[in-house]
């Protein structure tokens, strides 16, 4: 049977920061148009959408400001 691979040990292979990690993690399991402050770290980490090109519920604006 195989395991799943621990999301944090393969931040940690990939030499993102715990904390980075904790994020996208984080932001990754809410809802696409969640506006909290983790979600708007998240799009700044990741970028825009591929197939959108957009922040998800977040302008451009949003995000360069921080």
């Keep these: 049977m195989e395991r799943a691979i621990d999301p944090m040990a393969l931040a940690d ?3 993102i920061p715990k904390d980075e990690a904790n994020v ?8 696409y148009d969640c506006r ?10 990741i970028g825009p959408d591929p ?11 949003e995000i360069e400001a921080g």
């Design 51 to 61: 197939d959108t090109g957009e922040y998800g519920p977040f302008t451009a604006e």
């Design 36 to 45: 909290c402050d983790t979600c708007r770290e998240m799009w700044r980490m």
């Design 24 to 31: 996208l993690l984080t932001g990754g399991d809410h809802a």
């Design 13 to 15: 292979m990939l030499g």
